[in-house]
């Protein structure tokens, strides 16, 4: 029995046994079927489209791991199902991609796969960078000593967009932001362009166009460009002491130029806009301020022009220009008397009488030195000494705007300031005595005064002067005074000039006795005029050209009427006389009309009742429309 029992225990033990065998030998085979363990390694080398991502196999797995490499995504988490990236080997491994696009932000993680399931790698983020624009610098243009015109042009704006561009520029190579910058706004590719206005002349820059985006700074290629320098900057003096051969010539240098000038001096020749070609007269120093030089290689009675001038290493500057001559004028002896015309002036001293010159009408021409030279005076200077100032002197010297006379003068000549039309204000010196025909005639200023001495006034003195609107003369002149002014002999029987800026009527007073020659000549704001009884006699043409004249009443008076009274009196449609017979007056034939005829069958002619056979018959009076 016991023997048997025994037995049984055995068999027990030998299965319990079994059983704990069978249950380790399960656990074994657990353990063989494990995954793989995988670490994700940084990720480096990473570009606008490539970066380089890899991993680990710390336990290759049971069984061991056929697959390896990484897989990346713009979203988290990613799998095998994403972008995969192989690699064959053991340990540690890393691969190279270029598929990703720029600025963007990925996710990657290393993987291993065995016959288990797929382990992978804890997850790594990283972004791509941007692509930079790219751009080329233009040509610089607009280069002057402190300004030009600098620019590029952005043929592809990046990735992302750039966000700025502009310029950027040194006296150093290869400027960068951190020098000077001219940035200008916008976004599009394209030519762009910015004006840069602190530059300093004479001097080398650099510039490169430039762009910004979240890539970074992209340059264009580098272009120079050279500013030029300044000129000096000076004016030319007038012209001293001159001789039939000399005078001193010279300048004013106000700014030495950059860089600074290396010579200066004075050109001068006889024709204008004198260059370093022509005559040329060289003065040492190299300051700022006024030079001189006496130049003696000069013609006599001859324009000579003269600029100062500059040299540096930018050119040459010139002053403006002057000119001047020298003329021997003097009556009866021409030496007493010379005149220089100098930068715009006329100058005349000497002792005595200038010379009379003449006009050809035919020619157009006058006789004076400096008729051709008109144009240029604009300043008339007469020195003590002087005792006439000769007829036609100043003829048309019409840019003349200033005189001065000085009272050594006694005679002003005919027709002396003709044409004078610059001239707004005249004053005639107290030692003056006699003025002769014309003298202002065609002047623009609009009052005159007649000094105490002046005692013949021949002929009319201010025809055509239509901005003249007061006569005024010395209350002590014993020859000549003025009423309401207007011109006359000492008591008033003579009219001798009539201002021809006033407009409107006028009536003669009754004091006249006789008006005198041209005295209205040219007053063409004269509207009407009334002659009164006390006239006896009207010379030769009073009212020429007095284009405004409408009505005139003639007293019946007046016993003669002279040559060409009314020429030219184109607006004249009344006139009304007051003689009981037309043989009381004695009339000129060309009294309406010589040289400038005007039918008179357009003018009222209104006559004393009872007249109309007398009128009508008479050679002057029959011409006109007679009212009876």
Sequence with gaps: ????????????????????????????????????????????????????LGGKITYEGMPAYTERGVVYATTQEPTINDNIAKITGTGSYSIGICDLSPNTT????????????????????????????????????NVTSTFATLGG?????????????????????????DDYIAAITGTETGNYSIEVCDLTPNTTYYFRAYTINAAGIAYGEQVSFTTPGILPTLTTNAVTNVTSTCATLGGNITDAGIPAYIERGVVYATTPNPTTNDNIAKVTGTETGNYSIGVCDLSPNTTYYVRAYAINAEGI?????????????????VADVIAILNNGTLTISGSGAMQDFIFDEN???????????????TTMNIEQGVTNIGDRAFYNCNNLTTVD?????????????????????????????????????????????IPQFVSSINGPIFENCNKLTVIEVDEANGNYSSQGGVLFNKDKTKLVGYPGGVAGGYSIPETV???????????????????????????????????????VSIGSSVTSIGWAVFEACFGLTDVMVHWKDPSMVSINPFAFGHYAPYDLKNVNLHIPVGTYELYSTDLVWKEFNIVK
């Excluded at 005919?414 to 004053?427: A, N, V, W, Y």
């Excluded at 005198?516 to 020429?544: D, H, M, Q, R, Y």
């Design 1 to 52: 029995m016991n023997r048997y029992i025994k037995t049984i225990a055995s068999a027990l033990t030998v299965v319990l046994i079994w059983q704990s065998s069978c249950k380790v030998e399960g656990d074994i085979d657990k353990k063989i079927t494990t995954l793989p363990t995988v670490e994700t390694n940084a990720v480096n080398y990473i570009t606008s489209t490539c970066a380089t």
């Design 106 to 141: 990925y996710y990657g993680r290393a993987y291993a796969i065995n016959a288990v399931d797929i382990a992978y790698g804890e997850q790594v983020s990283f972004t791509t960078s941007g692509i930079l624009p790219t751009l080329t610098t233009n040509a610089v243009t």
């Design 153 to 177: 042009n952005i043929t592809d704006a990046g990735i992302p967009a750039y966000t700025e561009r502009g310029v950027v520029y040194a006296t150093t190579e290869n400027p960068t932001v």
């Design 317 to 333: 500057a010139y002053g403006e220009q002057v000119s001047f001559i020298k003329w021997y004028i003097g009556y009866p002896n």
């Design 363 to 377: 020619e157009e021409l006058c006789s004076s030195p400096w008729y051709s030279l008109r144009s240029l005076i």
């Design 405 to 449: 006379i000085p009272n050594s003068i006694k005679h002003i000549g005919e027709e002396s300031f003709f044409g004078c039309t610059g001239l707004t204000t005249f004053d005639i010196p107290s030692s003056v005595t006699n003025i002769n025909h014309g003298a202002f005639r065609h002047c623009n200023f609009s009052y005159i005064f």
């Design 513 to 551: 006795q006789t008006i005198g020659a041209g005295s209205f000549a040219s007053c063409e704001k004269l509207t009407s005029i009334i002659i009164p009884n006390s006239v006896k006699t009207i010379e030769i043409n009073v009212f020429w050209a007095c284009f405004g004249l409408k009505t």
